[in-house]
């Protein structure tokens, strides 16, 4: 037993019996590097991480690797999801020194917590061009006896460097111009050029594998297609959606999303389910049905928010992080099927359905199968003389024979800590599904995960960043803060309760409190007097989950129009400006940014309903496409929120349509005015 059992992360758990001797993040373990004198490993990872699991077994477990680690270092693991900000600083200086990065994050530093040299995952030999994991302690240990200075001077580089890379693709930003002079039409048609530069217009998505679902780029083309029509954009958004629920990375038995897919086809992805992707791919595939009205994209809402309750959702009231890629030891075990199984259990039904999934006797992947699907099931049962419905229904009843076998296999690893920010990103997923489906269980779940939320994470004026048996850890960091605040508004749009908004514009003051910058532009990750970091970074990037400060300058335009915040909107305009020149040339890794852009091109519509009937109106703007919007509703004219001032008509439920708080002439339903939108 080492240091690491009395966490609650499931990560670290999985390491409290390792021989090395690791400890947690904090003082006992930075202390006790200074009065030795010795580097520290720090090792960083999450639960659903298949190679971290892989180095586990062939190192971490060896006790005379251990041995060695244990001489020469202090060893300290961390969960990268439970301490990001970290993560984000020491994966900055690995790609520094590297040129990529990945997750085992390995990196070494001197006593002051300061990166000298890293990498990811070392084999126990020397295999795939990479060193073994002991020549490289017995490297570190022997460069830190023998050249500590080389090694303090490439750390403080390294500092320096960190330091720099916050300011990446910032320019100055423009004030007092007027916002048509700001952001134009030709920037956003420059975003969708570069974008489609690097589209796969066979296989859907964008540049090469390993292939991510890119779910902001995807956003982007479908409002640039709904803002000017282009059916290119448009085509390769649906393509890219399709392409995926076709594809493994999609669950074609229980529904949900892996991470990402190994190859282009997107047929085998690494396993681990994580609840931010599905969060987020259930968000743009609300909109692609507003759209379009395919009914794949509202079964896969469904299905992905069922599997969503089955399998991420904790009795106490939260969504679980993630499931792992890994059962029995076995990557994808849990998923894959051969096909002697599958005629086993289908007997006769077996051949068609083998067939329209792509199962072998040789196998698809690794001497094995995973479901994934070809043709679309119209064009399948054409060429091969099966009655579509039927043939639907066939295949219905056979996937839920497969799932029943499956819910007998051994499960992959839960990882059963509840974070704020991407339990926000799912409340906001579920909100958007009741307004594009119509379900209100979707509103129910989404209130109820949010009145849970706010009472877990709470302390004092902020808030907690994980939760688990009770208790809530580490203070929470930026991109929680300002996925709540979205979730906060967009629970508003569904429930007309207005106090949702109120709240909002609490947390988003004390956000520019305590995260902002000394310009009072940006936001730092951190909060104010957090001081276990080596820099307080600003994350502008929209990588896997959006930029906290891209979402916050999206909750900042919003609620200036709710409140008339002036100085909260000349903020947006100013941080947008500041990072336009980046965002047009690499929309790929700043989509949220591209996204805000347009909208400032394009205008918001602001949308203010008054009466008693004015929650079912606030409710029927989920039957259209309207991004950008701001819709606000109460039964009587509320003073404090200038859309609902004097608005009110006894006995009559009013929408209006307005824009800098000038409103044409009333109708009765959002349809009467859909046009002018």
């Not at 659903?48 to 060893?75: K, L, P, Q, Y």
């Not at 975003?191 to 964008?206: I, P, S």
């Not at 507003?290 to 009231?317: K, N």
């Not at 929408?655 to 959002?670: E, F, N, R």
């Amino acid at each position: 037993m080492n240091k690491l059992i009395n966490e609650t992360s499931p990560y670290l758990l999985q390491h409290a019996h390792n021989p090395v001797n690791w400890y947690p993040w904090g003082d006992e373990a930075l202390e006790r590097a200074k009065q030795e004198d010795k580097p520290i490993l720090v090792s960083i990872g999450y639960a659903a991480c298949h190679w971290c699991h892989v180095m586990e077994r062939e190192s971490f477990e060896n006790e005379a690797t251990a041995a060695i680690m244990n001489d020469h270092f202090i060893n300290i693991k961390i969960d990268r999801e439970e301490r990001p900000d970290l993560d984000h600083i020491y994966m900055d200086a690995l790609t520094a020194m590297t040129g990529a990065g990945g997750w085992p994050l390995n990196v070494f530093l001197t006593p002051d917590k300061k990166p000298f040299y890293g990498g990811t995952y070392y084999p126990p030999v020397k295999a795939y061009n990479r060193p073994s994991w002991t020549d490289v302690l017995l490297s570190i240990s022997d460069a830190f006896q023998n050249r500590r200075e080389e090694i303090e001077s490439q750390a403080e580089n390294l500092v320096s460097h960190i330091h720099q890379s916050s300011q990446f693709g910032l320019q100055a930003p423009v004030l007092n111009l007027p916002v048509e002079e700001l952001f134009t039409r030709q920037q956003c048609d420059t975003v969708a050029e570069n974008l489609l530069k690097q589209a796969d217009t066979l296989w859907g998505g964008f540049g090469r594998a390993p292939k991510f679902p890119q779910t902001f780029a995807i956003s982007y083309l479908l409002r640039y297609h709904h803002a000017w029509k282009h059916p290119e954009g448009l085509q390769q958004a649906l393509l890219s959606l399709d392409k995926m629920l076709q594809g493994g990375i999609y669950d074609q038995l229980g529904g949900g999303f892996a991470r990402y897919s190994t190859d282009e086809k997107w047929l085998a992805p690494h396993f681990e389910k994580m609840l931010y992707d599905n969060a987020l791919l259930v968000d743009v595939l609300c909109d692609a049905w507003q759209l379009t009205r395919a009914e794949s994209y509202a079964t896969t809402i469904r299905d992905t928010l069922s599997f969503i309750e089955r399998e991420m959702t904790s009795p106490e009231g939260g969504f679980y992080a993630a499931l792992d890629a890994d059962s029995e030891g076995v990557e994808g075990k849990f998923y894959t099927w051969s096909r002697a199984e599958i005629h086993h259990i289908l007997g006769e039904q077996a051949t068609p359905f083998c067939e329209y999934y792509g199962v072998t006797e040789e196998g698809n992947w690794e001497h094995t199968n995973i479901l994934w699907v070809q043709q679309p099931l119209e064009q399948f049962a054409a060429e091969r003389g099966y009655d579509a419905p039927v043939l639907n229904a066939m295949l219905k009843g056979c996937r839920e024979k497969l799932m029943a076998v499956r819910n007998n296999r051994i499960r992959p690893g839960l990882d059963d800590k509840i974070i704020l920010g991407w339990n926000a990103l799912m409340i906001h997923s579920y909100c958007k599904a009741f307004l594009a489906l119509g379900d209100e269980h979707y509103r129910d779940v989404a209130v109820a995960k949010m009145e849970w939320a706010l009472k877990a994470f709470a302390e004092g004026e902020g808030f907690k960043h994980t939760w688990k048996n009770g208790v809530a850890k580490y203070p929470a960091f930026l991109d929680d803060y300002a996925y709540l605040i979205r979730a906060l508004i967009q629970l508003q749009e569904i429930t007309g309760n207005l106090d949702y908004l109120y709240k909002a514009r609490k947390i988003t003051e004390f956000v520019i409190s305590q995260f902002g910058d000394e310009q009072q532009l940006f936001f730092y990750y951190t909060i104010e007097g957090q001081n276990d970091v080596i820099v307080r970074k600003k994350e502008i990037y929209d990588g896997a989950v959006p930029s906290g400060n891209a979402i916050m300058i999206q909750n900042l335009w919003y609620l200036s129009v709710v409140f008339d915040q002036k100085a909260w909107a000349e903020r947006s305009l100013a941080v947008v400006s500041a990072i336009s020149q980046t965002t047009v040339r690499y929309p790929t890794s700043f989509g949220v940014w591209a996204i805000q852009l347009l909208q400032f091109v394009k205008g918001t519509p602001e949308l203010a309903i008054v009466g008693p009937q004015f929650l079912e109106r606030m409710n029927e703007a989920g039957n259209w496409f309207i991004p950008f919007r701001v819709l606000v509703g109460a039964s009587k004219t509320v003073t404090d929120i200038p859309l609902l001032n004097d608005r009110e008509y006894e006995n009559e439920t009013l929408v209006y349509l307005c824009k800098d708080y000038h409103c044409i002439k009333p109708v009765s339903y959002i349809k009467e005015i859909i046009n002018l939108i």
